[in-house]
Each structure stands twice: as structure tokens, then as C-alpha cells.
């Protein structure tokens, strides 16, 4: 009965696809050649793609056509996505790609950042089924440099979730997590949709589930798990409940697993699937036995043997066979437990790279040849039979011993590869990303200075120039008089305060002179503003630095000197820079109170973390020491 009524909901759907169709048709009669027309045509190629691939691919290249006559770009491209997202769904990656890489290009050219990036992000997926983790990375940081530029970050919400998605498939579960933790701040902020939200949720709760943090796993679960059942999500509902049963069990309440599954079965007349009726008996059969009602769990997972065999689900089938041989061992049927064992392990051998399959399918049709050979032989000498017979054997055994080996050898290999190369390209994301942050302060820093000196300072000085007139030309009491005096020596305070400011912020020496000098006057001026004495040495060779590498070498001793000057209590620091061929050692020393580094960790802040920003942009080296009342030495090697 159920059979019938899932025939009769696939149907209706069908239906009602080909009545949506049949009333585009009547407009598209009466559309003229426009973009109208154009984005008719997709939303006809839409709509045939959930049931008929071959028209569906047919109406977006007539949309393609239109849109490229009428030089609607976007029309163009949002077709192209389509062709390669077809292509995808139909299993056709390489058509996928092909479309994916020329719908880039025409982006580049003609299309919105947006659409770039989609593009991007379009690769990227493609790869990812294609196992080319090493691309789909690249492609990934493509796409996301653009996304975080734009004000609309409502794709980036999206973006995040899948990137966190493709991190937990290659068992990335802290990338995943950082990812994921990324789309839920957007989303809390008011970006994305609901559906959105509930693949982020779901996506943390994931991380959270094999990073064995079950608490956490399950809290964002079961808020994933509310917002799909609001949004009537079903598909999403059955994952995100297949992930709790796992968590469940992880947490050994085996008794909730009862309520999950039986709303996992509910949900079969909504997601109308063989493979799904199949992965809810499995379902069934693990929470019987979990609940060590072992021959109820046998008679499920049979059940979900029969429906993946006779439908040729090896996923399933896989599954299957590995639940019956636990079931049979715990049972204490160890035949029956080697048996399911025996097939569990060929589905995984059929999983072999093809590469590797093709090779031992030609060793077997080797050695049958061989093996028939020697038979014949066998009608004239039974020994020699015998003889090459196991010859045969054990050579072939040996080789496809060899090829399996190598091959897994290989499989890890490029693993690695892929794992380093992914390491390498979030480094250069992140020091990217640490690149322009600095450069932007330092340029926002410039300008702040330059408004400071230039504008406020000019003016106040205008001001105080003007009022020193005034007074010429006043008749004011004495006590006025002195008020008047007092007025223009604060005025005169504030101006030396901002140029103060404007200094700290870009030092005017820095600009004309270089570094040494920079600092040399930045030593002077502390020491001249407070009663410590600052030293500072200059040791190594005169070489040219970069001006980047300037600014940033300045900020770092300035952040360390101002430390010592507000928190180490300190009467003498020493300032050192020693250049040398390849490197820049800087050195700031105090005799202040010091801390116990044993004991206590120093506290971080913004001039802190900036520190370390600077060090790692240049692949440096910091160490600092300190004994409490013994002062604190901070020693940074830079390769400048």
C-alpha cells in the first residue's frame, strides 16, 4: 500500500512540474525577444530539470542563446550556472567543470563581483566531487576574498556553511567548526535565510559531534532540527536526525533512539525514496541493537539487505553487511559473523580507485588464461599441472598483493599532498588577510596624522595667531588680561599635544629619514616626556629596507616601549637593532617589576596582538623573558 501511495505522490508531483511547464509555454507564445522571453525560457529549463535533463538542457541553451543576442550578460551567465549545476546534479562532472571554467571567464569580463565569485564557488564544488581537494581549496579562497568584500553578505552566509561542509568530508572537523562558527555570527547579524541557517547549525553540530564534544553537538542539532521542521525542510530533517541517533549513542542514551527513529519514519510518504526506506530499517535495527533486543535488530537489518540489494544500493548494502556481522558475532554465530564480514569487504574492494581495478581485472583474466592453459596441459601431465598451477596462483597473488599495496600507498601520498597544500593556501589566506589589515592601519594612521597636523593643527595655530592680534586691539582688565594669557597658553598645550599625536601616529622622520633616525627620535621623545631613560643602539650593517618593513619594525618597538613605559615600572629601557645580511634582531629590554612567566601569562591586548601579527608577517621569531622584580627582555628576529 505504502509502494502505491509513493508511485502516487511521484506522479502528482510530475503532474503538476508538467502543468507549471504547460502554462510557461502559453507565455512564452506570446513573449517577444527580450529578456523576458529569456528568463522564461530558464524557468522552463528549470522546471524540466527535475524531471527530464535532456529538454531542460535544451531550454536553458535557447535562454543562453537570447540572453547573448540581447548582450544580457547576467542572463548569460545565470544559464551557464545552470548548464553546469545540471550537469552536477546528472553525475557529469567533467561537463560541469567545462561549464563551470567557461562561465568563469565570461564573468570575469562581463559579470558582478557576485557572479564571480558564484563562479568560483561553482568550481570549487565540481573539484570537490572530483576529488581534487588541492583546486577546490584554491577556488575556495578565490571566491571568498570577493565575498568578504561585498557590503550584501548574505551569499557569504551560504559560502561559509559549504566550505565547513567540505572541511568535515575531509575529516577537518576544527576547520570545519571555525567555518561553521563564521556563517552563525553572519546569521545572527540578520544575513541569510532560515534554510541557511539550519545547514550552518547543522554543519557545527556535525564538527561539534566528531570533535567528541556530544553536549554542544546535540544543543545545535536540535536547534537545526526546529527551524527545518518550521521550514517543512524534510530533507534536512532526516539528516540532521540521523546525526543526533549518533550523537545519542556516543552519549549511551540508547533509549531516545526509539523517538528519532520512529520521526524518521514518519517522514517516508515526505522524501519518497528507496534508499531512504532502506536507511530507516537500518535505523531501526541500531536502536534494537542498542537496546540488546539483538534478533529484532537482525530482522531489520535483513530487511534494509534485501531493499539496497535488489536495488543495487552498495552504500547501503555496505552498511548492511557491516551491523549483520556485528549482530551475528555478538549473537555468537561466527560463521554467519565471517560470512557478512567477507561481503562487507568486497563492496569495499569494488570502491578500489579505477586505476588500481582496471590493473587487477587484467591480472585476473591473466590468470584465468594461465590457468586454462595449464589445464590442458593437465590431460597430458598431471604433475606439471600441479606444478605451474600454484606457480600461477602464487604469482598472481603476489602481484595483485603489490598493486593493492601500491596503490594505497599512492592513495596516501596525495593525501598528504592535498592536506599540505590546503595548510599552505589557509597560510597565505590568513597572511593576506594580516597583510592588508596592517597596511590599512598604517594608511588610515597616515591619514588620521596628516588631518591632525595639516588641518586641525593649522587651524588651531590660525587661531592662536588670530586671537594674539585681537588682544592688541582689546582693552581688557587686568584680570581679564590674565585669563586671556592663561586661554592662549592651553591653546598652546593643545597644539603641542597634537602634533604629539600626529607624531605617534606617523612619525615625520620615519617618512624623511629611515628607521634609524625614527627611532632614535622616538627614544628621545619618551625619554624627554618621562623620568626613564631610554637607550637606544644601532648595531650591523646599512642596508636598504623596505618601507613596509620600516613602518612595521617602528610599530613593533614603539608597541613594546610604550608597554614598558605604562606597565613595567621601570627607571632604564634599552632599545637594540642589529641588522645583518638576512635578518633583523630587535631587542627591549627593562629593569622593571617583571612577572612570573611560570605562574601567570601575560595579558593580551590589541598593541599585544599586533605584535604578533608584524612577527608572523615576516615569518619571525619572538621570545620573552622575565623573572619577577628581574626586569622583562623581549628578543624578535625578523627575516626582513
Known sequence: ??????????????????????????????????????????????????????????????????????????????????????????????????????????????????????????????????????????????????????????????????????????????KSLEYGLKALQLSKQGFGTQVDLIYVLSSISVAYLYLKQNEKALIYAQKALKISRNEKEYYTQQIILGNIILIKINQKKYKDLFPIVNELNNLKVKINSIEYDANVLLNFGIAYFYNNDDKKAKEFFLKALAISESNNLSVISKNAYSLLNRVESKLGNFSEADRYEVKRDSIYELQVNESTLKNIQELEKKYETQKKQAEIVLLKVKNEKKSTLNKILISSSIVLIILVFLAYRNFQNKQKIQNFKITELEKDRQLFAVDAMLKGQEEERSRIAKDLHDGLGGLLSGTKLSFTSMKENLILT?????????????????????????????????????????????????????????????????????????????????????????????????????????????????????????????????????IVYRVEYFNGKIDTQSTLNNGTAVNIELNV
Open 1 to 174: 500500500m505504502k509502494k502505491y501511495l509513493m508511485i502516487l505522490i511521484y506522479m502528482l508531483f510530475v503532474c503538476n512540474c508538467y502543468s507549471q511547464i504547460s502554462e510557461e509555454m502559453q507565455i512564452l507564445k506570446a513573449a517577444k525577444d527580450d529578456t523576458t522571453k529569456a528568463k522564461i525560457l530558464g524557468n522552463i529549463g528549470y522546471d524540466y530539470g527535475l524531471i527530464n535533463p535532456d529538454s531542460a538542457l535544451y531550454y536553458y541553451q535557447e535562454s543562453k542563446k537570447l540572453s547573448a543576442k540581447l548582450n544580457h550578460y547576467s542572463g548569460v551567465i545565470r544559464c551557464n550556472t545552470n548548464i553546469g549545476e545540471l550537469y552536477r546534479q546528472m553525475g557529469n562532472y567533467k561537463e560541469s567543470l567545462k561549464f563551470d571554467i567557461i562561465n568563469m571567464k565570461f564573468a570575469e569580463k562581463y559579470g558582478k563581483q557576485v557572479q564571480i565569485a558564484n563562479c568560483y564557488s561553482n568550481i570549487s564544488t565540481t573539484y570537490h566531487y572530483l576529488l581534487k581537494f588541492d583546486s577546490c581549496v584554491k577556488y575556495d579562497l578565490k571566491a571568498q576574498k570577493i565575498y568578504e568584500s561585498l557590503s550584501d553578505k548574505n551569499p557569504l552566509v551560504t559560502f561559509y556553511s559549504n566550505i565547513a561542509e567540505s572541511y568535515t568530508e575531509r575529516h577537518l572537523f576544527d
Open 478 to 610: 587686568p584680570e581679564n588680561a590674565i585669563q586671556f594669557d592663561k586661554s592662549l597658553s592651553m591653546l598652546d598645550t593643545t597644539i603641542s599635544d597634537l602634533r604629539k599625536v600626529a607624531h605617534n601616529l606617523m612619525p615625520e622622520a620615519l617618512v624623511k629619514f629611515g628607521l634609524n633616525d625614527a627611532l632614535r627620535d622616538f627614544c628621545s621623545s619618551i625619554q624627554s616626556a618621562s623620568s626613564i631613560a631610554v637607550n637606544y643602539q644601532k648595531i650591523g650593517v646599512d642596508r636598504k629596507i623596505a618601507n613596509t618593513a620600516e613602518t612595521f619594525v617602528y610599530r613593533i618597538i614603539q608597541e613594546l616601549v610604550n608597554n614598558a613605559v605604562k606597565h613595567a615600572d621601570a627607571k632604564e629601557i634599552m632599545v637594540q637593532l642589529c641588522v645583518e645580511s638576512t635578518k633583523l634582531l630587535i631587542t627591549v629590554e627593562d629593569d622593571g617589576k617583571g612577572y612570573d612567566a611560570t605562574a601567570t601569562q601575560s595579558k593580551s591586548g590589541a598593541g599585544l596582538d599586533n
